[in-house]
């Protein structure tokens, strides 16, 4: 495996941690959420969270080529979810504003780890690109001969 494939699936698992700890602190009474969200609804979404990245990561490790295609799209709805919490926490909470900053600086950096994980994304896809490139070349070479 790249370097660059093991970068790019690193960081999707550290969103996905990153994901999932600002969800379950969501969950925490101190939060003081207008609607509190209970701990099954943060089972469902960890359930679901785990299944969209552990298959799509899955795939990239079997090295199939629209992996980090899903991925991206998978990484582009919980960048979503992270404004989303961004959001709640500012408008249906009743907590102090050091608890609303504090999961809000932890949502903003699940955002910073997504934004760094498309970087790698685009390496990735431009050395996968390179090597596909001089596989041709190789070959074409060889027929000349």
């Known amino acids: 495996m790249k370097k660059e494939e093991t970068q790019t699936i690193f960081w999707a698992v550290i969103s996905l941690v990153v994901f999932l700890a600002t969800t379950w602190l969501m969950t925490l009474s101190f939060m003081k ?3 509190p969200a209970t701990a ?3 089972l469902q979404v960890t359930g679901i969270a785990v299944a969209f990245y552990a298959a799509t990561l899955i795939l ?18 919980y960048s979503v979810g992270f ?3 961004i959001s709640t926490m500012f408008l249906n909470s009743d907590a102090s504003i050091l608890v609303k900053l504090f999961v809000s600086a932890v949502a903003a950096f ?9 970087i790698l994304a685009f390496r990735l896809r431009a050395a996968l690109q390179h090597d596909t490139f001089q596989r041709r070349i190789n070959r074409q070479k060889g027929l000349k001969r």
């Open 60 to 77: 990239a490790a079997l090295r199939v080529k629209i992996s980090y295609y899903l991925l991206a799209v998978v990484i582009a709805v």
């Open 33 to 35: 959420l207008k609607a």
């Open 83 to 85: 404004v989303g919490m």
């Open 110 to 118: 699940g955002i910073l780890v997504n934004v760094y994980w498309y």
């Open 40 to 42: 099954g609804e943060a």
